[in-house]
């Protein structure tokens, strides 16, 4: 191996780092939908979920700061419980 194939072999590192480097900022610049966004433009998060049988999940999602439970199954996604407040935050130092 002489220095040729090493620079070749950076030289081709470099460029698919570059690329990589290229697609973050285009998924950052145009908000890729589940990749990257705008940073605090989200109104909408799931908080938890919890398989309840081995085709029913329930799902605790957030909305504007308001919680939603939602039962999700085949036949479809039924709310069980909205316009739920959310738990105050814990103190700091504290532990769940």
């Given amino acids: 191996m002489d220095a040729i194939d090493i620079a070749r072999y950076f030289g081709a590192l470099?460029?698919?780092?570059?690329?990589?480097?290229?697609?973050?900022?285009?998924?950052?610049?145009?908000?890729?939908?589940?990749?990257?966004?705008p940073s605090g433009t989200r109104r909408l998060s799931m908080v938890e979920t919890?398989?309840?049988?081995?085709?029913?999940?329930?799902?605790?999602?957030?909305?504007?700061?308001v919680e939603h439970l939602v039962l999700i199954g085949p036949d479809g996604?039924?709310?069980v419980e909205s316009g739920i407040a959310p738990p105050?935050?814990?103190?700091?130092?504290?532990q769940a």
């Avoid at 470099?14 to 966004?37: D, E, M, Q």
């Avoid at 919890?50 to 700061?65: S, T």
């Fill in 14 to 37: 470099t460029l698919v780092l570059a690329l990589i480097g290229l697609a973050w900022l285009a998924a950052r610049r145009f908000g890729l939908p589940g990749v990257v966004g």
């Fill in 50 to 65: 919890l398989m309840v049988g081995p085709k029913h999940r329930l799902c605790l999602l957030r909305r504007d700061g």
């Fill in 77 to 79: 996604a039924t709310t």
């Fill in 88 to 94: 105050p935050p814990l103190p700091e130092g504290s």
